[in-house]
């Protein structure tokens, strides 16, 4: 199981430090990704990453040049953001919970949305950017746990005038999500509503992740110099998974039905398979043998005795490990016309495999064979990387 753990205990977290981090987990291959993105969103040298040092911490630090830019509409425009960055559904999703958990508490203390800074382009770009950072990454499917974060107390300017710290967006925030907090006594705003916004949809608030062995490490870095490190962490590692194996033998089903139970659990089970077996009195059935995180146990019982008609399930609790995995988009040339694909790439085993999703929408579109379209696309990728397919 992937780990990842968002460490702001030393100097708080804004969007454009957790951003950072994310970009520098990805080293000078992600970055020069996200430029080339945001340049073809927004434009040249407005919004872009460099290396820098704060206190003996060497990380990445946006680089803010953006002008006084503001959106009438929020949501229109993080769609509109959403498409320029090509945002995959776990993206969107994350951009739209950010989004409504700051809108929410907007209205919970001002009585309607009243946004003022959040209209701000530099506000779009630190929750889209950081949602394609994570798809990039390919850690959306990961566990995020945070640390208690860190928040000043005093006050500070922003469009609503002077407020006091904790700013009380920030403190909604962390009330609603049981996120722990320690308070410092100077006065700096370590700790922004978008910070505690993208914590808060990324870990419910979750503070305690299991023994864990820690794989790499990326460091944001704060545009203030506060006297200290101006930084916030994200730490990556990996955990034996606790997962569940549900197994009932059928032996009165079509294949249409086990075909309809396959597209129900598509995407909240982790693996479902048939295996043919001989039953009590030579009937033949089926072995349907379903593999599911513990959270959504209860529930796949439910849609395995509803869809099936099964009089009961075994239930087997074992650990699993899983090789880390990280997501490269790529293009390939197909008769002529330019196709992006995802490549699936695990440095440590040095294997690739190409998202069969984007083969057959080649194959649909060139009207070819699917097999003719594999064999295509396997030979580009096995030429331009020396991995193995």
Known sequence: MKIVVIDSSMAGASGDK???????????????????LITNAIGDKLFYFDKKESYGFTGIKAINKLADVKYENLMETLENFSNKFQLGNWGRKFVNEVASIILDIEREIHGKEDLHDLKELDFILEIVCTAKAIEILGIYDAQ???????????????????????APATLSIVKKFSIPIFLSNENEEFTTPTGAAIIAALTRGKTSPPIFSVSSMGIGIGERDLGMPNITRIIIGSSEETINVLEC???????????WFEEKLRGKVEDVCFLPVFMKKGRSGYMVRVVVKPEN??????VIMRELGSWGVKIYTCNRVRVEKEILEDFVKIRGKEYKIRIKMNKNIRRLKVEYEDIKEIAVKEGIPLREAMDLVMKQVSQKYSFEI
């Not at 640390?147 to 710290?165: A, R």
């Not at 033998?249 to 075909?259: A, F, K, R, T, V």
């Not at 146990?297 to 439910?302: M, S």
């Open 18 to 36: 957790i951003l950072s981090a994310f970009v520098d987990l990805g080293e000078e291959r992600l970055k020069l990704e996200m430029e080339k």
């Open 144 to 166: 995020f746990f945070t640390t208690p974060i860190k928040i000043g107390v005093g006050w500070t300017k922003c469009g609503h005038g002077i407020i006091p710290l904790p």
């Open 249 to 259: 033998n059928i032996d009165d089903i079509s294949g249409e039905i086990l075909g």
């Open 297 to 302: 146990l209860r529930n796949i019982i439910e």
